[in-house]
């Protein structure tokens, strides 16, 4: 079985691969003697007569008060305790798995102050899959995801509930019977379990992983759109974006020549005189490839985010320094930009939708491509589905980083709202693979009606196997069952393999 060590550099790959399980993680035996020097730092200061935020005084704007040794422990665990107020359904298991995995990989740099107990607790809970039970909403994004992370450590020390193959236990129960001693919090350890942004990085990374297979898709539908509504392969040419030369276009129009190769769709109507295809289909290289570029940005930021330290205070080998590395600026911003490109990779496949199934855009092909109209209603509705949940994205594409609402009697007085953002990427990312297997199931019933002109070879294959899962049709019936088919294919990728796709 595969290892994965925290202490290293981690991909995003990494943290897709821990959060679907099937891999070990360890700790790297030169992290670990890291973790263990600066926990001497920590337990100087308990020797000592200095106050030191965290670890031996109050938090927030309870940081003034100084707090007795006896009553380190107590502190820790009343943390975690009173910051466990999330609210909202309980994450699916990929991000919680996602969340232990980022939380031990900032622990494990050493610069936290906790002993090496914390850390190796965590890989327990995910080696053993034991998933503990964490609400979706209550962090603001600073100081850091305070809520989901006090759920999670609550679980490590034996209390709250988790998910144990599916079904929801107390945590008590669970470690009991697996054999894991639940995590004892000493001075330190519970603050820096709960500082950070391992939520909103979480849901980032598997979310992120979603919207680009959709732009890798979105070239591919487009095309079938294009070959069934007999528009024009030529604003793909290469000396357009040569022109223009933003990387996210370059590769998309280039996708689009290479799944444009041998058409036989195209070929009819080289001299057909009709000047210029709507802006939907014109234009896909400009906007898909404007969409890649923003992801890029998403994860590049996301690259730096998984592997810092996010927590406060720090320690430094001789100094602990109190800091703002918790505050989930970067990540919502950029979250937010990704909230705004995947809603306009929906906006314009639910356009091309419309274009397919207008008789004035589609070359000759009957309205809603049914066959005996009036009698049959054909793919009228699927139009409304897209067009409602495009909607929803573009509601939901509000950036959330834009708000603050103070914390804390006003201590933390800006906050990122990071974990907003990310949570509405992952449900405009859902909303948009939606979109576009519908744009799919229809385009492909488009270029069948072309019969016997053929669209494009590597096209071919992908309507074969979309021809696998959802017939042709030939009158009316229930198409929710063929949207989620064509949902499937989108998300399982099969769609792609063969295909030399950026």
Not at 23 to 47: I, Q, S, T
Not at 84 to 107: C, I, Q, Y
Not at 312 to 322: E, G, R
Request: net charge neutral; aromatic share 4%; charged share 25%.
């Amino acid at each position: 079985m595969k290892t994965i060590l925290v202490g290293r550099k981690l991909g995003i790959e990494d943290v897709c691969c821990v959060a679907e399980g099937g891999v070990a993680v360890g700790l790297d035996p030169a992290a670990l003697k890291k973790v263990r020097a600066n926990r001497r730092l920590v337990e100087a200061v308990l020797d000592g007569t200095e106050a030191v935020y965290g670890i031996n005084t109050g938090f927030g704007p309870l940081s003034d008060v100084r707090i007795g040794r006896a009553d380190l422990g107590a502190l820790q665990l009343n943390l975690i305790r009173s910051h466990s107020a999330g609210t909202g359904r309980p994450l699916e298991r990929p991000f919680v798995r996602a969340m232990m995995l980022l939380r031990a990989a900032n622990l494990a740099w050493g610069h936290s102050g906790v002993r090496p107990e914390v850390v190796e607790s965590l890989l327990a809970f995910l080696n053993e899959d034991i998933v503990p039970v964490i609400p979706e909403k209550g962090s603001v994004g600073a100081s850091g995801d305070l809520a989901p992370l006090a759920h999670l450590a609550l679980a490590l020390i034996g209390e709250g509930e988790v998910f144990e193959k599916g079904t929801r236990r107390p945590a008590e129960e669970v470690l009991r019977r697996r054999g894991v001693r639940p995590l004892r919090l000493e001075a330190k350890e519970g603050l820096a379990l709960i500082n950070g942004t391992q939520f909103m990085s979480a849901l980032g990374c598997l979310g992120l992983g979603q919207a680009e297979n959709l732009a890798r898709h979105a070239d591919l539908v487009a095309a079938l759109t294009i070959e069934g509504v007999m528009g024009s392969f030529a604003p793909f040419d290469p000396r357009i974006s040569r022109v223009r030369p933003h990387r996210g276009q370059t590769l998309a129009a280039r996708n689009l020549r290479a799944l444009s190769a041998h058409s036989e769709i195209s070929e009819s109507h080289r001299d057909c005189g009709k000047v210029q295809d709507p802006y939907s289909l014109r234009c896909v290289p400009q906007v898909h490839g404007a969409v890649r570029d923003a992801l890029a940005y998403l994860r590049a930021t996301l690259a730096v985010e998984i592997n810092s330290v996010t927590d406060n205070p720090l320690v430094f080998d001789t100094a602990i320094i109190s800091g703002g590395n918790f505050h989930g600026e970067p990540l919502a911003l950029a979250l937010d930009f990704a909230c705004l490109a995947v809603t306009e990779l929906g906006g314009i496949s639910e356009r091309r939708i419309d274009k397919l199934l207008t008789p004035a855009f589609n070359s000759g092909l009957p309205a809603f491509l049914v066959r005996t109209p009036g009698l049959h209603s054909g793919f009228m509705i699927p139009q409304y589905t897209a067009a409602a949940l495009v909607n929803e994205c573009k509601v939901l594409s509000a950036p959330a980083s834009v708000d603050s609402i103070p914390t804390s009697l006003n201590k933390e007085d800006h906050v990122s709202m990071g974990a907003t953002s990310a949570r509405k990427f992952l449900e405009i990312a859902d909303n948009v693979e939606t979109v576009l297997a519908i744009e799919l199931m229809i385009a492909v019933e488009a270029c069948e009606q072309r019969r016997p002109l053929l669209p494009a070879l590597p096209l071919r294959k992908a309507i074969r196997r979309v021809r696998a899962a959802v017939p042709p049709l030939t009158q009316d019936r229930v198409l929710a069952a063929d949207i989620e088919a064509c949902k499937k294919l989108v998300r399982g990728r099969s769609l792609l393999d063969g295909l030399d796709l950026a």
